[in-house]
C-alpha cells in the first residue's frame, strides 16, 4: 500500500482558484516540491482559525500542539507537564505562581517567546477574548514580568484547575505582533505554520525549520474536512487521505479492508442537552422523564456499533479523577411515562434541533423512537454545523432540545454554569464546584457536583466517545487517544 507524494495533495479540491494566502477562503495547490507529507480527514470544519472569539472545538483541534503551545502541556494520562515553561514554583498558599520559561523560543513571525509575551497571552485572555472559554482565566489577579525568562502569576485564590486549564487552548502563548489575523493568519511558537486554508475544506501546514523542539516527523501536513464519513473513506481508499481521524459511522468499518484501525478514549461526552430555561424542561421532572426514556446503550450499540462507554448519563469521561458512573436513570420507559404525567406534559410537541453530523443524524432516530415511546411528540430539525447550530442553539439559546458531542477537557464548571445555552443555573452546584476548585480535596466535592446535576437532571450523557481512526498501515506515529483536544500532527510519519 505504500506510496509516495511530492506535493501536498490538494488536487482534490477542484475548482480552487485565488490568493495563496493562509486565510484565503479559496484553497490552491501549493508548489511541486519533494517533500514527505500527511493527510489527515476529519469532519466539523472550523469557520475561522481565531479560537479567542469564536467557540467549537474544530479550532484548537487543528490549532493547538500545531501552531500554538502553552507554559504547559497535557500529558496522555491526563497530567500536566513542562512546555515552554521548565518549571514553576507555587507559594504555600497556593496563589502565587513562578514560571521559568524555555529560552531560544521564537514565534513563527521571527518575535521572540518571553516573560512579556506570555504576560500579554494571559492578559488578553481576560481582556481581549471573546470566546466563553475565556472563564478559565478569571481566577487571574495579576501578571507581572520578573525577568526576561520569569514570570510570575497571581491568582485571587487557589485554583486546583487553572494550571491544568493552561495547557488547553487558553494556554496558548501569542505575540502582540502576531494578532493582526488570528482568524487567516495564525501565529504561535508551535511546529508548524499555516501555508494554505479553505473555508470548511482544508488546512495545509509546513514544519518551521526554526522549531526550538524536535522535528516534525513530516515537512508538510493537511487536515481535509468531511461533511460525511463515507466520502472521507472513500478518499484513505483511493490515497488521497492516509488518516481518517474521528470515524463517526463505525458500520463502514467492515468494508474497508487492510487498513490499520485503532481506538483511543477522548473526553467526548455525546450530550444530549434539554433547554433548562424553557418549557417543558423547565420542568425537573420533565428531565427526569427524558433521562428514563433514554436507552444509552442502545444508541451505542445502534449508533456507533458499540463504540462508546454509557457513563450512566454522567457528563464524566472514565478518565477523570472523579469519574462514577451513575445508577441514578435506568432505562425505564414506564418511570418516564408517569413522571411526564405528572408534570402535565404528556403529548407536549418538542423540536429536537439535531446538527448536520454523522453521528448526531443516526443518534436522533433512535431517539425520536425512544420519546415518542414514552408519550413526547418529537419533531426532528436537521440544524446546519458548524454556523447555524452555533448561532442558534449555543448561542442564542432557541432550542427544546440538541444532541453535540463536547470534547472539551474538564469542561463541567462550563457545560453547568448560569447562561450556557443548557440553562442550568443551581446554587446548590456552583458551591461545590468552587469547593472543588479551591479546597485541598479537588475528587470529593466534584463528584459531589456531578451527583447533584444528576439529580437535577441538567444534560444526559448519552456516551462517552470513542475516537476511531483509521489509517493507512504505512502511517505511524498516530495516538488515538485525545486528552486535551488537540489533533497533533508532527509525530505522524510514512514508514518505508
Given at each position: 500500500?505504500?506510496?509516495?507524494?511530492?506535493?501536498?495533495?490538494?488536487?482534490?479540491?477542484?475548482?480552487?482558484?485565488?490568493?495563496?494566502?493562509?486565510?484565503?477562503?479559496?484553497?490552491?495547490?501549493?508548489?511541486?516540491?519533494?517533500?514527505?507529507?500527511?493527510?489527515?480527514?476529519?469532519?466539523?470544519?472550523?469557520?475561522?482559525?481565531?479560537?479567542?472569539?469564536?467557540?467549537?472545538?474544530?479550532?484548537?483541534?487543528?490549532?493547538?500542539?500545531?501552531?500554538?503551545?502553552?507554559?504547559?502541556?497535557?500529558?496522555?494520562?491526563?497530567?500536566?507537564?513542562?512546555?515552554?515553561?521548565?518549571?514553576?514554583?507555587?507559594?504555600?498558599?497556593?496563589?502565587?505562581?513562578?514560571?521559568?520559561?524555555?529560552?531560544?523560543?521564537?514565534?513563527?513571525?521571527?518575535?521572540?517567546?518571553?516573560?512579556?509575551?506570555?504576560?500579554?497571552?494571559?492578559?488578553?485572555?481576560?481582556?481581549?477574548?471573546?470566546?466563553?472559554?475565556?472563564?478559565?482565566?478569571?481566577?487571574?489577579?495579576?501578571?507581572?514580568?520578573?525577568?526576561?525568562?520569569?514570570?510570575?502569576?497571581?491568582?485571587?485564590?487557589?485554583?486546583?484547575?487553572?494550571?491544568?486549564?493552561?495547557?488547553?487552548?487558553?494556554?496558548?502563548?501569542?505575540?502582540?505582533?502576531?494578532?493582526?489575523?488570528?482568524?487567516?493568519?495564525?501565529?504561535?511558537?508551535?511546529?508548524?505554520?499555516?501555508?494554505?486554508?479553505?473555508?470548511?475544506?482544508?488546512?495545509?501546514?509546513?514544519?518551521?525549520?526554526?522549531?526550538?523542539?524536535?522535528?516534525?516527523?513530516?515537512?508538510?501536513?493537511?487536515?481535509?474536512?468531511?461533511?460525511?464519513?463515507?466520502?472521507?473513506?472513500?478518499?484513505?481508499?483511493?490515497?488521497d487521505v492516509d488518516v481518517v481521524w474521528a470515524l463517526q459511522s463505525p458500520e463502514l468499518l467492515s468494508t474497508l479492508g487492510?487498513?490499520?484501525?485503532?481506538?483511543?478514549?477522548?473526553?467526548?461526552?455525546?450530550?444530549?442537552?434539554?433547554?433548562?430555561?424553557?418549557?417543558?424542561?423547565?420542568?425537573?421532572?420533565?428531565?427526569?422523564?427524558?433521562?428514563?426514556?433514554?436507552?444509552?446503550?442502545?444508541?451505542?450499540?445502534?449508533?456507533?456499533?458499540?463504540?462508546?462507554?454509557?457513563?450512566?448519563?454522567?457528563?464524566?469521561?472514565?478518565?477523570?479523577?472523579?469519574?462514577?458512573?451513575?445508577?441514578?436513570?435506568?432505562?425505564?420507559?414506564?418511570?418516564?411515562?408517569?413522571?411526564?404525567?405528572?408534570?402535565?406534559?404528556?403529548?407536549?410537541?418538542?423540536?429536537?434541533?439535531?446538527?448536520?453530523?454523522?453521528?448526531?443524524?443516526?443518534?436522533?432516530?433512535?431517539?425520536?423512537?425512544?420519546?415518542?415511546?414514552?408519550?413526547?411528540?418529537?419533531?426532528?430539525?436537521?440544524?446546519?454545523?458548524?454556523?447555524?447550530?452555533?448561532?442558534?442553539?449555543?448561542?442564542?439559546?432557541?432550542?427544546?432540545?440538541?444532541?453535540?458531542?463536547?470534547?472539551?477537557?474538564?469542561?463541567?464548571?462550563?457545560?453547568?454554569?448560569?447562561?450556557?445555552?443548557?440553562?442550568?443555573?443551581?446554587?446548590?452546584?456552583?458551591?461545590?464546584?468552587?469547593?472543588?476548585?479551591?479546597?485541598?480535596?479537588?475528587?470529593?466535592?466534584?463528584?459531589?457536583?456531578?451527583?447533584?446535576?444528576?439529580?437535577?437532571?441538567?444534560?444526559?450523557?448519552?456516551?462517552?466517545?470513542?475516537?476511531?481512526?483509521?489509517?493507512?498501515?504505512?502511517?505511524?506515529?498516530?495516538?488515538?487517544?485525545?486528552?486535551?483536544?488537540?489533533?497533533?500532527?508532527?509525530?505522524?510519519?510514512?514508514?518505508?
Amino acid at each position: 500500500m505504500k506510496r509516495v507524494r511530492t506535493l501536498v495533495p490538494m488536487l482534490a479540491l477542484a475548482g480552487a482558484l485565488g490568493a495563496c494566502s493562509a486565510g484565503s477562503t479559496s484553497y490552491q495547490q501549493p508548489p511541486a516540491v519533494d517533500q514527505s507529507s500527511i493527510v489527515v480527514a476529519t469532519t466539523a470544519a472550523p469557520a475561522s482559525l481565531d479560537f479567542t472569539n469564536a467557540s467549537g472545538a474544530a479550532i484548537p483541534q487543528a490549532m493547538m500542539s500545531n501552531i500554538y503551545e502553552g507554559l504547559v502541556r497535557i500529558d496522555s494520562a491526563g497530567g500536566v507537564q513542562p512546555l515552554l515553561a521548565t518549571s514553576w514554583e507555587l507559594s504555600p498558599d497556593r496563589r502565587d505562581y513562578t514560571f521559568h520559561l524555555r529560552e531560544g523560543v521564537a514565534f513563527s513571525d521571527g518575535s521572540p517567546f518571553n516573560a512579556e509575551s506570555a504576560k500579554f497571552s494571559i492578559d488578553r485572555v481576560k481582556n481581549g477574548w471573546t470566546n466563553g472559554l475565556k472563564s478559565g482565566m478569571d481566577v487571574v489577579e495579576s501578571t507581572t514580568v520578573v525577568d526576561e525568562h520569569t514570570l510570575a502569576v497571581r491568582l485571587a485564590r487557589p485554583s486546583n484547575q487553572w494550571l491544568w486549564n493552561m495547557g488547553t487552548a487558553i494556554g496558548a502563548m501569542m505575540t502582540p505582533s502576531g494578532i493582526a489575523d488570528l482568524a487567516g493568519e495564525p501565529v504561535g511558537t508551535g511546529p508548524y505554520t499555516v501555508t494554505h486554508w479553505s473555508v470548511g475544506r482544508a488546512i495545509g501546514f509546513t514544519a518551521r525549520s526554526d522549531y526550538w523542539g524536535p522535528a516534525p516527523r513530516n515537512d508538510a501536513a493537511t487536515i481535509r474536512y468531511f461533511s460525511d464519513a463515507t466520502a472521507a473513506t472513500n478518499s484513505l481508499r483511493s490515497g488521497d487521505v492516509d488518516v481518517v481521524w474521528a470515524l463517526q459511522s463505525p458500520e463502514l468499518l467492515s468494508t474497508l479492508g487492510d487498513y490499520r484501525v485503532e481506538v483511543g478514549t477522548t473526553n467526548g461526552e455525546m450530550l444530549l442537552s434539554m433547554n433548562n430555561q424553557r418549557a417543558p424542561f423547565d420542568d425537573v421532572r420533565v428531565r427526569r422523564a427524558v433521562m428514563y426514556a433514554i436507552d444509552r446503550q442502545a444508541i451505542i450499540d445502534t449508533a456507533m456499533e458499540g463504540y462508546g462507554t454509557d457513563t450512566g448519563g454522567a457528563p464524566v469521561p472514565p478518565t477523570d479523577p472523579w469519574y462514577e458512573k451513575s445508577t441514578l436513570y435506568p432505562h425505564d420507559p414506564q418511570r418516564a411515562r408517569e413522571l411526564l404525567e405528572e408534570a402535565g406534559a404528556t403529548g407536549t410537541t418538542v423540536t429536537l434541533s439535531i446538527p448536520s453530523l454523522p453521528y448526531a443524524q443516526a443518534a436522533s432516530e433512535i431517539l425520536y423512537s425512544q420519546l415518542r415511546d414514552v408519550g413526547l411528540n418529537p419533531v426532528i430539525e436537521s440544524t446546519e454545523f458548524p454556523a447555524v447550530w452555533i448561532s442558534r442553539v449555543l448561542t442564542q439559546h432557541d432550542y427544546d432540545i440538541s444532541l453535540i458531542t463536547h470534547v472539551e477537557a474538564r469542561d463541567i464548571p462550563t457545560l453547568f454554569a448560569p447562561g450556557y445555552y443548557l440553562g442550568f443555573d443551581d446554587p446548590e452546584t456552583r458551591e461545590l464546584l468552587a469547593l472543588a476548585d479551591s479546597g485541598g480535596d479537588e475528587v470529593t466535592p466534584m463528584r459531589a457536583a456531578v451527583a447533584r446535576i444528576m439529580d437535577q437532571a441538567g444534560a444526559d450523557n448519552l456516551m462517552n466517545v470513542a475516537n476511531i481512526v483509521v489509517t493507512d498501515r504505512d502511517i505511524a506515529g498516530v495516538d488515538p487517544s485525545v486528552v486535551s483536544g488537540a489533533l497533533e500532527l508532527s509525530a505522524m510519519e510514512r514508514r518505508p
